[in-house]
C-alpha cells in the first residue's frame, strides 16, 4: 500500500467538474469521480495496512547491530584514566604477582613465565627497557610471606568409640615443618599423631627432634555424634610452601575437662615447636584437673588423620571431603572430613602494596586488563560477556588468592569494574545479571569495610542512572526492527529488577526511590518526548488549515504504529521484567495529548465552516474523514487496557468534534454517488441498447449496484 507519508493528494478541481477526458468521454465516467472513490477506499483499508506494517516489522530482523547506547547519555563515564606513574605501579604489582605464584596451577593458568611477561608488557603499554628495569627491582624485593587458611566444616561417617553406639570428635591440626630427604623417607615408614599412648610415645622420642610442630589448634568437642559439624576457621604460617605439611588428627574425647582449653593454655608458649614436649604437656594439663585414673585409660581414642602437602594445594585453593587415613597398619578408621584450604600471602613488597588496600589494587588491575580485553574482540563487542584470555585469567586470578580477597570482595570488585566498563563500552547484559546474582549470593554485611560499601552504592546508582537514561529513549536505543536491541532490552529490565530486589542494594542504598516509581517516571517523560519529536516532524501548525489537518494525520498514524509496538512488543518486555504495564502508562499519554491536539484542530475547522458563505472542499472533507477513520483505529487499542483504565479516556467521544463538518462532508458524498451513478446508468443504457439489437440476454446493470452500495459504505462509517 502507498504510504501516508509519501502520498501528496491534490483535491479535485472546484471550477468545471464535469469536464472529460477523451477517455472518459468514451465510458462515461467522470475521472475525478474514480480517483475520489480510490480515495475513499484506500483511506478505508488504511487500518489494515497499518497493523499488517507494524506486525512485519516487529517480526523483522536485519541483523544490524542494535543503535549505540552511549550515543543517548548525557555525560558519557570514561573508563579510568591511569597515569604513566600509576601504570607502572600497577606493572610493578602485576609482575610481582607473577613472581611470587604459589599452589598447583590449574589448566585454565599459564605455565610460561615468559608468556605472561608478554602479555603484561601489551596490557601496560611497557617496552622492553622499561620492563627488564622493573622486573629486576621486582626480583630483587622481598619474596611474600604465606600463609595458610583452614576451615575445618564437618566430619562423617566417624567410627563408633564410645559403648553408646557415638563418638565425641575432636580435631587437632597444625603445620608440620619441611624435612630433610632421609627424614621424608623414615616418614613414609610410620604416620605421624599429635596424640599417642605412652607408651608408644616413650618408644619413639625421636618424634620430638624428626615432626616438630610451628603451631596446633584445636577444634571443639561435638558430643555424641559421627557426623560432627564444626565450621571453624584457623590460619598458619608457612615457612616453606615447597615442603611444609598440615597434618590433622580427629580423636574421641573422653576426659571430663577440656582438651581445648589446654590446647590454647600452650599455644600462648612464646617459640613452642616440640611434638614429644607437647604431648607431655597437653597431657600434664588435662589430667590435673581430671581424675585419678591412670593416663593409659584416659587417653582419646584415635579416629583418623589427613596428611596435606602445602605444594599439593592448587592455586584456587581446596573446598573437598577428604578420605580419613589411619597412623598405622593396624589402626582401624573410617569417614571423611571436610577442608577448605587456601594459601595466602600476608606480605608483599611492593609500592602500592605498602600504601593501598589490596582490594582497591585489585580493582585497578582488573579494570586496566578489561580495557585491554575488551578492545580485542572485533566481533559483536557490544555482546561481550567479560570472558578474559588465559594469560589475564592467570593473573587476575593469582593476584586475588595472594592477596586473599574473600568471595564477596571479589564478586563486589568484578561487579564495579564491569559495570563501569559498560558505562563506556558496552557489554551483555546477560553477563551484568550474572555478576548481580553473585554479589547477592556472596553479601555478608558484617564483613564488609565501609569502603567498598560505598564504592558499591555509587555503582548501583550510576548504572541505575544509566539505564533510566536509555529508557529514556528507548524508542531509538532499542527500536522494535532490531531483535538484537529488543533482547538488551529485556535484559537491562532484568538487571533494574534484579537490583532493587536485592538485599544488598537496600542495605547499602537505604534511601533508594521505588524501583516502579522511576520506571513509570522515565516511561511517561520519554512518551511526552516523543510525541513533541513527532509534532516537530510533521509540523501540523504550518501551511494552510487543509494542510495542518493533513500533516496531524500523520501524526495520528504515527500515534497508532507507536502504540501497536508498545502492545506487541514493549509491554511485554516490562510485564516479565518489571511487572510493569508499558502499554496503558503510554498508550493513555499518547491518547490524551492526542485528543488535545485534533479537537484544538477540528475546532478551527469547524470555526471558519460556521463562517457565512464558506463551504467545504473536497480536499478538506477527504481529510476530516481520513482523520476520523485514523481517530477510530487509535481509539481501538482502548482493547487491551484493563478495564478499570478504559474509563474517562479522552477519545471516548471523539466524533463529537465533526458534527458540525459532517453534513457537508455527508452532502459532497453523496453529490459524488449521484454522478457516479447517474454516468453509470446512461453506460448501462447503452450496453442494454446493443444488447436487443444483438438479440443477446439481458443483463442486470452491474455499473449501478456497485457504486450505489460503496457510496452506502462511505456514509455508514461516518
Given at each position: ?144 610471606s604465606y600463609s595458610l587458611k583452614v576451615s575445618v566444616m564437618k566430619g562423617k561417617n566417624l567410627l563408633a568409640k564410645d559403648a553408646n553406639g557415638y563418638s565425641d570428635p575432636y580435631c587437632m591440626l597444625g603445620i608440620l615443618l619441611g624435612q630433610s630427604p632421609r627424614e621424608t623417607e623414615e616418614k613414609k615408614e610410620r604416620k605421624f599423631s599429635f596424640r599417642k ?332 518526548e516523543w510525541y513533541e519529536g513527532t509534532i516537530s516532524t510533521f509540523k501540523p501548525e504550518e501551511g494552510t488549515l487543509e494542510e495542518q489537518m493533513k500533516r496531524l494525520v500523520l501524526v495520528v498514524d504515527a500515534v497508532s504504529a507507536d502504540v501497536q509496538k508498545s502492545q506487541n512488543v514493549y509491554n511485554k518486555l516490562f510485564s516479565s521484567a518489571v511487572k510493569i ?138
Amino acid at each position: 500500500p502507498e504510504s501516508l507519508r509519501g502520498r501528496k493528494e491534490t483535491p479535485a478541481p472546484a471550477s468545471n467538474p464535469d469536464t472529460l477526458s477523451t477517455e472518459a468521454a468514451a465510458t462515461g465516467v467522470v475521472e475525478g469521480d474514480g480517483e475520489f472513490f480510490e480515495r475513499m477506499k484506500s483511506i478505508l483499508q488504511k487500518q489494515g495496512n497499518m497493523q499488517r506494517s507494524a506486525r512485519s516489522e516487529s517480526l523483522s530482523d536485519s541483523g544490524a547491530p542494535p543503535p549505540p547506547e552511549a550515543a543517548w547519555q548525557t555525560a558519557v563515564p570514561e573508563c579510568p584514566a591511569f597515569t604513566r606513574r600509576e601504570l607502572d605501579l600497577l606493572y610493578e604489582e602485576a609482575l610481582y604477582t607473577v613472581v611470587n605464584r604459589v599452589g598447583v596451577p590449574s589448566p585454565q593458568y599459564v605455565m610460561d613465565e615468559t608468556e605472561l611477561f608478554a602479555y603484561l608488557q601489551k596490557v601496560f603499554d611497557v617496552g622492553q627497557e622499561e620492563h627488564d628495569i622493573i622486573l629486576q627491582r621486582v626480583r630483587g624485593s622481598k619474596r611474600a610471606s604465606y600463609s595458610l587458611k583452614v576451615s575445618v566444616m564437618k566430619g562423617k561417617n566417624l567410627l563408633a568409640k564410645d559403648a553408646n553406639g557415638y563418638s565425641d570428635p575432636y580435631c587437632m591440626l597444625g603445620i608440620l615443618l619441611g624435612q630433610s630427604p632421609r627424614e621424608t623417607e623414615e616418614k613414609k615408614e610410620r604416620k605421624f599423631s599429635f596424640r599417642k599412648k605412652k607408651d608408644k610415645a616413650e618408644k619413639r622420642s625421636s618424634v620430638r627432634e624428626v615432626l616438630p610442630a610451628k603451631y596446633i589448634q584445636v577444634t571443639e568437642v561435638k558430643s555424641q555424634t559421627l557426623n560432627p559439624v564444626w565450621n571453624e576457621h584457623f590460619v598458619f604460617e608457612i615457612d616453606d610452601v615447597y615442603s611444609d605439611l598440615l597434618h590433622l588428627d580427629i580423636w574421641d574425647h573422653d576426659d571430663d575437662v577440656s582438651v581445648a582449653e589446654a590446647c590454647k593454655k600452650l599455644n600462648e608458649v612464646s617459640g613452642f615447636k616440640g611434638m614429644g614436649r607437647y604431648f607431655k604437656q597437653i597431657a600434664k594439663s588435662v589430667r590435673t584437673n581430671g581424675t585419678a585414673a591412670s593416663v593409659e585409660e584416659n587417653v582419646d581414642d584415635f579416629l583418623g588423620c589427613l596428611n596435606i602437602p602445602i605444594n599439593e594445594i592448587p592455586a584456587n585453593g581446596f573446598d573437598k571431603w577428604f578420605k580419613l587415613e589411619p597412623r598405622s597398619s593396624a589402626s582401624k578408621v573410617q569417614g571423611e572430613c571436610h577442608l577448605i584450604l587456601r594459601l595466602v600471602t600476608t606480605q608483599r613488597d611492593t609500592t602500592l602494596g605498602k600504601k593501598d588496600s589490596y582490594a582497591s589494587i585489585h580493582e585497578r588491575l582488573l579494570s586496566r586488563v578489561l580495557q585491554y580485553e575488551h578492545a580485542q574482540v572485533k566481533t559483536e563487542p557490544y555482546n561481550w560477556e567479560g570472558k578474559l584470555s588465559q594469560p589475564a585469567w592467570t593473573l587476575i586470578s593469582h593476584h586475588a588468592v595472594q592477596t586473599d580477597l574473600s568471595a564477596q570482595q571479589k564478586a563486589i570488585i568484578r561487579w564495579q569494574c564491569y559495570s563501569q566498563h559498560h558505562r563506556a563500552h558496552t557489554m551483555a547484559y546477560t553477563f551484568l545479571l550474572e555478576l548481580l546474582r553473585n554479589v547477592e549470593q556472596e553479601w555478608d554485611d558484617s564483613t564488609l569495610q565501609p569502603e567498598m560499601e560505598q564504592g558499591l552504592a555509587d555503582s548501583f546508582g550510576l548504572f541505575v542512572e544509566y539505564c533510566l537514561a536509555l529508557l529514556k529513549n528507548m524508542r531509538q536505543v532499542f527500536p522494535c526492527s532490531s531483535a538484537a536491541a529488543v533482547a538488551r532490552c529485556e535484559f537491562m529490565l532484568r538487571c533494574l529488577g534484579q537490583i532493587h530486589a536485592m538485599q544488598t542494594f537496600k542495605k547499602v542504598c537505604p534511601f533508594h526511590n521505588e524501583l516502579h516509581v522511576e520506571i513509570v517516571t522515565v516511561i511517561k517523560k520519554s512518551t511526552l518526548e516523543w510525541y513533541e519529536g513527532t509534532i516537530s516532524t510533521f509540523k501540523p501548525e504550518e501551511g494552510t488549515l487543509e494542510e495542518q489537518m493533513k500533516r496531524l494525520v500523520l501524526v495520528v498514524d504515527a500515534v497508532s504504529a507507536d502504540v501497536q509496538k508498545s502492545q506487541n512488543v514493549y509491554n511485554k518486555l516490562f510485564s516479565s521484567a518489571v511487572k510493569i504495564d508499558f502499554f496503558s502508562i503510554s498508550y493513555r499519554q499518547l491518547e490524551k495529548l492526542v485528543a488535545d491536539d485534533v479537537c484544538a484542530a477540528t475546532e478551527k475547522v469547524c470555526g471558519s465552516l460556521e463562517q457565512e458563505g464558506s463551504r467545504l472542499t473536497q480536499g478538506m472533507g477527504e481529510t476530516l474523514f481520513e482523520l476520523y477513520m485514523s481517530l477510530k483505529t487509535l481509539k481501538q487499542y482502548r482493547e487491551f487496557l484493563p478495564l478499570k483504565d478504559t474509563k474517562a479516556l479522552a477519545l471516548s467521544g471523539f466524533h463529537d468534534w465533526f458534527k458540525s463538518s459532517i453534513h457537508k462532508w455527508l452532502q459532497i458524498v453523496h453529490e459524488r454517488s449521484c454522478d457516479r451513478i447517474r454516468k453509470a446508468v446512461e453506460v448501462d443504457k447503452v450496453t442494454v441498447g446493443e444488447s436487443e439489437h444483438s438479440g443477446g440476454p439481458l443483463t442486470p446493470p452491474l455499473s449501478y449496484v456497485k457504486p450505489k452500495n460503496k457510496s452506502m459504505c462511505y456514509m455508514g462509517y461516518i
